[in-house]
């Protein structure tokens, strides 16, 4: 069976905003949203792949191998498809979809033999190999500067809790005991230093959408290189 291409155009239609707007813009959000799903489909990809590829490599001496081989190039597909919904619909990236398996002999051997000749089953699974890594440090930082950068803006709406409810005059940044016996603590107490906490993260809020977006930008090279249907 053979069937054209779903989708016959490409481009990043994405308009982005500006560099104050970013943080609370809706594109600024999917991207963000798109770091962060990653990683939960980047594990479950790389494991499937890795595990498929470890079976059908390791019974490759048999017959038994090739269909597991077979079925690691349906996943591949599999994840590339999601993954290019994925960068279509909070990127605004547009891939065209590769075209269907065509089996040229009849029966199961030839529908086999048709799946481990498919080079997008192979490029959609070394996609998963290769951007794992990524996925997780795209994660790792667009979590650390998005949760730091909010819990400091607003620091001074809540800075008030850790002088009631707890023995420091204010948030407490250091405590320690030099040696000579002096003991040494730092509090931020004072509307300056308040006022300095909040500007530190008003930086890391602006800064993460441009963080991001550059992160993102490996998977847009990575998703036409090796997704993008020919």
């Given at each position: 069976?053979?069937t054209?291409?779903y989708?016959?155009?490409?481009?990043?239609?994405?308009?982005?905003?500006?560099?104050?707007?970013?943080?609370?813009?809706?594109?600024?959000?999917?991207?963000?949203?798109?770091?962060?799903?990653?990683?939960?489909?980047?594990?479950?990809?790389?494991?499937?792949?890795?595990?498929?590829?470890?079976?059908?490599?390791?019974?490759?001496?048999?017959?038994?191998?090739?269909?597991?081989?077979?079925?690691?190039?349906?996943?591949?597909r599999?994840f590339?498809?999601?993954?290019?919904?994925?960068?279509?619909?909070?990127?605004?990236?547009d891939?065209?979809?590769?075209?269907?398996?065509?089996?040229?002999r009849e029966?199961?051997?030839?529908?086999?033999?048709?799946?481990?000749?498919?080079?997008?089953?192979?490029?959609?699974?070394?996609?998963?190999?290769?951007?794992?890594?990524?996925?997780?440090?795209?994660?790792?930082?667009?979590?650390?500067?998005?949760?730091?950068?909010?819990?400091?803006?607003?620091?001074?709406?809540?800075?008030?809790?850790?002088?009631?409810y707890?023995?420091?005059?204010?948030?407490?940044?250091?405590?320690?005991?030099?040696?000579?016996?002096?003991?040494?603590?730092?509090?931020i107490?004072?509307?300056?230093q308040?006022?300095?906490?909040?500007?530190?993260?008003?930086?890391?809020?602006l800064?993460?959408?441009?963080?991001?977006?550059?992160?993102?930008?490996a998977?847009?090279?990575?998703?036409?290189?090796?997704?993008?249907?020919?």
């Amino acid at each position: 069976m053979s069937t054209a291409a779903y989708r016959a155009t490409t481009g990043d239609h994405s308009i982005r905003p500006g560099f104050w707007r970013a943080p609370i813009s809706r594109a600024g959000f999917r991207e963000l949203g798109f770091a962060l799903s990653g990683l939960p489909v980047a594990i479950l990809g790389f494991s499937v792949v890795v595990t498929l590829f470890s079976t059908g490599l390791g019974l490759a001496v048999t017959m038994l191998g090739l269909p597991v081989l077979a079925l690691l190039t349906i996943a591949g597909r599999g994840f590339g498809a999601a993954e290019r919904f994925r960068i279509r619909t909070m990127l605004d990236l547009d891939l065209p979809d590769p075209r269907e398996v065509t089996a040229r002999r009849e029966g199961v051997w030839g529908a086999i033999t048709a799946r481990l000749a498919d080079p997008v089953g192979w490029k959609g699974a070394l996609y998963q190999f290769v951007m794992f890594p990524w996925a997780i440090l795209s994660f790792a930082l667009s979590t650390v500067f998005f949760t730091v950068g909010w819990a400091l803006l607003l620091f001074p709406a809540y800075q008030w809790v850790f002088g009631r409810y707890t023995d420091w005059d204010g948030y407490r940044v250091a405590n320690w005991t030099d040696s000579h016996g002096v003991h040494h603590v730092y509090d931020i107490i004072s509307p300056f230093q308040i006022a300095g906490v909040s500007l530190v993260g008003l930086l890391f809020v602006l800064l993460t959408p441009q963080l991001v977006h550059a992160l993102n930008g490996a998977n847009r090279l990575a998703a036409r290189a090796l997704l993008a249907g020919r």
